[in-house]
């Protein structure tokens, strides 16, 4: 998954001469907290959130800007961006890293998209949910060469498609892999998978069943 | 007398021998029934016709079936849902299912004209066969005609699922429509198939609010299980008052199912069936059309749709299984049957049965919630909000 699947656009902007109080009625009419600066040129120069705009503009603060101040004054930069063809992952981890709300998306000079935490969420529902209908069943593998293999050519060998996989690290070597599969019968399956020496995690055996 | 619905057309329904779906359960029931010496009125359907089918599904699907049926393998049958490892093509398969779906129709219409009280099709509740592709052992939508049929004629319907798995396809087919009501009780999507059916799917535009769902632990009993129900349904009917209400009657939320995870008894489709058809006399002037649905224990299922049948009757169902008949599918199956239509009492060891209870009551009054908040009392159309 790309940042260019995931993120916003068009976007919306602000010339760094605009005053906080513009850059602040944009925010709450679109409902953003983000807004990138952008000069006359087209060029990305800075960016700015509905917190600095706030924490300027604090009557708790020793002297605090007035709402005519422009926005060159108070807006960030230089600003970290990504690029459309980062995966995802990167960019969570750059904003983790870097605890900021947001990146910009950036094609050589051209702003193209704007990336927020909320489009991870996003991303996180559509990494982890199913699009179409699919049962699941979770399979712990061990971590070494032509495991996960082993697991999808069962699944083509019943001619079952697998919607999505999810796989991530356990302990002790470890990979859990939680994987939708187009199909009703994922009890049965995973009776065959634990008789071909799977480690079936879901679902489980029902001891009451005969 | 409570008419019952169902052809030897029903028994084409058959994706081959080592497929749970398949056309035996009815045979057990219907011979079931036999044995118990019961003589309802049999109504044999026509089945439904390809318009019928078009009110509901895209001609592009239809089409495919009916190539499938007639054993014409096309490259993109498998788009549609068609020849998977779930729903295998077969030869005859359209009209197959267009028997199922006539079956249903036909319920739905002798109680709508008010031919009959009520109705109950020993068939159908292809609950998972979506606008455009067959899914899950469903090829047409059987529910989603028949109700698309009752809004041509101006009822408003309300359909209540019991099956183990989301009642998804009709669900998503009437997503916009306020005129219906989709209640369904199902094990979290989290875990089983389709994977949908979470409380925040309410509908859409005007249909805001008549699209509910219960999803539900893995490893319900029938306790916790009678306590959602209770917790929403009768509110939600007494708030829709439909004209009509149909029931998909799935067995498979039984504790012997192979293929999903809750709990039930007998108990517990007991008290559904009963209160159901009290509901139905309370807020839909007693109009209520039964179909079968999953269930996949040739133990169980029978059984479940026998003590449907004895309910819908206004029987008393017996205690005691027909000896005889029990004999003749214990040889025939080879394995033990529950000598009782009845389930004994289970001794289930469940570690996590607290946590199970408290979480899918909380489920059922984040439903509640949601409606208070989405569906203003009054708003045409919507449903369900508590008072
Ligand atoms: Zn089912």
Redesign the pocket.
Known sequence: MLVKDVMKRPVITIGPEATLHEAHRLMWEKGIRHLPVVDARGELVGILTDRDIRLATSNLRENPLPCDAKVYEVMTRPVLTADPLDPVEDAARLMREEKIGCLPVLEGKDLVGILTGIDLLDALIVLTGATRPAGRIEVLLPDRPGELTRLTAFFAEKKINIHSVLTYPVADDRVMNVLRVET?EVRPLAEELRARGFEVVWPPEKPWSR | MVPVVISPRYLAYDFGPDHPFTPRRLEMLKSLLEAYGERPLWVEPEPASREDVLKVHAERFVRRVEAASRGEAGADLVHYGLGTGDTPAFPGMDEAARALAGGTLEAVRLVATGKAPRALQLGGGLHHAQYDRASGFCVYNDLAIAIRWALDEGLRVAYVDV???HGDGVQWIFYDEPRVLTLSLHESGRYLFPGTGFVHELGRGPAVGTKLNLPLEPFTEDESWIEAFEMVVPRALEHFRPDLVLVQS?A?AHHLDP??DLLLTTRAFRHAFTRLLELAEAHAGGRIAFTL???YSLDATPRVWALLYFLVQGKTPPEALPEAWRRHWEAVLGEPLTPTLEDPKPEFTIPRRAEIERRNRRTAERLLVLLRDFSPPGKTGSSGSSR
Do not use: I, K, R, T
């Open positions: 009703l | 099956d183990v798995h799935g498979d293929l999903a649905g999953g269930g």
